[in-house]
């Protein structure tokens, strides 16, 4: 085999992040997701015990906890308080709908807290998310602020909110957050976030938005060149600009933009069932657990993660032979080193 071939298939033995859906379920109503509509299984504490000598062989630095929404796993801070006593960094990635409610406990537990909020208003956060919370969400967010842990904005852009991409970095300020983060509503995926049904959709821009969002573009790079400079808005000009390009990729308006990642080479997702898979838009293997049949005979993550079918699965993804990641929203590159 080439020395490339033989990189690409090499064993994982270093997982520096772990992401764990805590559960399926969701208690917002998203346009963008199914999994309030489908979600059954929780991870117990027990099953997550269970997988700390796997993270310490792997020398896991971080886990973060996801969903479905992690806050509605009942032992969500029984988790969180396992990680952290044997070291790890916890990160609560949340829709914050019970934030306000757990703010003290979240900031004792998590070194970072990241909410997704996709409306500057009332209105848009109900038109996206399904639900009248836009205030309870942006109380929560003050709290753990409050708390002494600013959390991180995690930003879905889509037709129904592109036009307020300058008012959540505002809003993020008034919050007292840490960061803004945006990303492209994913369309191009239909199984992502939980969807199981045919996925239809209107959520992307139509073509004759592109040039607003170009202007917009153009307009934050001058406005807010000290919070590009700063890392409060987390992405690049450049980067954000991938955005406009995704969108006009979905609208045959051109080449979807390269995706430069190499996210299951330092990272993979463990689901509330026990499925591993490389990246939140992969699955992985249906056998590919880190639980049998039956909840037991727990296995080890490594060996897991180096099955041949996992294996074969990342020199794809590294190859560039997946479909999904020729149109993902997300190009995530870490340094091996």
Same mark, same amino acid.
């Given at each position: 085999?080439?020395?490339?071939?033989?990189?690409?298939?090499?064993?994982?033995?270093?997982?520096?992040?772990?992401?764990? /859906?805590?559960?399926? #379920?969701?208690?917002?109503?998203?346009?963008?997701?199914?999994?309030?509509?489908?979600?059954?299984?929780?991870?117990?504490?027990?099953?997550?015990?269970?997988?700390?000598?796997?993270?310490?062989?792997?020398?896991?630095?971080?886990?973060?906890?996801?969903?479905?929404?992690?806050?509605?796993?009942?032992?969500?801070?029984?988790?969180?308080?396992?990680?952290?006593?044997?070291?790890?960094?916890?990160?609560?990635?949340?829709?914050?709908?019970?934030?306000?409610?757990?703010?003290?406990?979240?900031?004792?537990? @998590?070194?970072?807290?990241?909410?997704?909020?996709?409306?500057? *208003?009332?209105?848009? /956060?109900?038109?996206?998310?399904?639900?009248?919370?836009? &205030?309870?969400?942006?109380?929560?967010?003050?709290?753990?602020?409050?708390?002494?842990?600013?959390?991180?904005?995690?930003?879905?852009?889509?037709?129904?909110?592109?036009?307020?991409?300058?008012?959540?970095?505002?809003?993020?300020?008034?919050?007292?957050?840490? #960061?803004?983060? @945006?990303?492209?509503? &994913?369309?191009?995926?239909?199984?992502? @976030?939980?969807?199981? &049904?045919?996925?239809?959709?209107?959520?992307?821009?139509?073509? $004759?938005?592109?040039?607003?969002? $170009?202007?917009?573009?153009?307009?934050?790079?001058?406005? /807010?060149?000290?919070?590009?400079?700063?890392?409060?808005?987390?992405?690049?000009?450049?980067?954000?600009?991938?955005?406009?390009?995704?969108?006009?990729?979905?609208?045959?308006?051109?080449? /979807?933009?390269?995706?430069?990642?190499?996210?299951?080479?330092?990272?993979?997702?463990?689901?509330?069932?026990?499925?591993?898979?490389?990246?939140? @838009?992969?699955?992985?293997?249906?056998?590919?657990?880190?639980?049998?049949?039956?909840?037991?005979?727990?296995?080890?993550?490594?060996?897991?993660?180096?099955?041949? &079918?996992?294996?074969?699965?990342?020199?794809?993804?590294?190859?560039?032979?997946?479909? $999904?990641?020729? *149109?993902?929203?997300?190009?995530?590159?870490?340094?091996?080193?």
């Amino acid at each position: 085999m080439s020395a490339e071939a033989l990189a690409i298939r090499s064993p994982l033995t270093r997982l520096p992040l772990v992401t764990l /859906y805590l559960t399926d #379920r969701c208690n917002s109503r998203c346009v963008t997701c199914d999994y309030w509509r489908h979600g059954r299984d929780d991870m117990d504490l027990a099953a997550v015990v269970r997988l700390l000598p796997s993270l310490a062989r792997l020398r896991t630095q971080c886990v973060l906890l996801s969903g479905g929404e992690p806050l509605l796993n009942p032992e969500w801070a029984a988790i969180a308080a396992a990680l952290r006593d044997v070291g790890l960094k916890a990160w609560l990635l949340t829709s914050g709908l019970a934030l306000a409610k757990h703010a003290r406990r979240a900031a004792q537990l @998590f070194e970072t807290i990241t909410v997704s909020l996709d409306g500057t *208003t009332p209105e848009t /956060y109900a038109a996206i998310r399904g639900l009248d919370a836009f &205030d309870k969400v942006c109380e929560g967010i003050r709290a753990v602020a409050d708390q002494g842990v600013p959390a991180g904005l995690r930003i879905t852009l889509q037709r129904a909110n592109f036009r307020q991409l300058p008012e959540f970095v505002r809003l993020a300020k008034e919050l007292g957050a840490q #960061r803004v983060s @945006f990303l492209a509503v &994913d369309v191009a995926n239909p199984h992502a @976030f939980g969807r199981t &049904d045919d996925f239809v959709s209107d959520l992307a821009l139509q073509a $004759e938005d592109l040039p607003q969002l $170009e202007t917009i573009l153009d307009s934050m790079e001058q406005t /807010y060149a000290d919070d590009f400079r700063s890392g409060f808005i987390a992405e690049t000009p450049h980067k954000l600009r991938r955005i406009l390009r995704y969108f006009s990729a979905i609208r045959g308006l051109g080449a /979807y933009p390269p995706v430069h990642c190499n996210a299951p080479e330092f990272s993979a997702v463990v689901g509330a069932s026990g499925r591993v898979q490389p990246c939140f @838009f992969i699955a992985g293997p249906a056998a590919a657990r880190v639980t049998r049949a039956g909840g037991e005979l727990p296995d080890d993550l490594a060996r897991v993660l180096n099955r041949d &079918d996992m294996s074969d699965l990342r020199a794809a993804i590294r190859s560039g032979a997946r479909p $999904e990641c020729k *149109t993902c929203v997300c190009s995530l590159w870490r340094d091996p080193g």
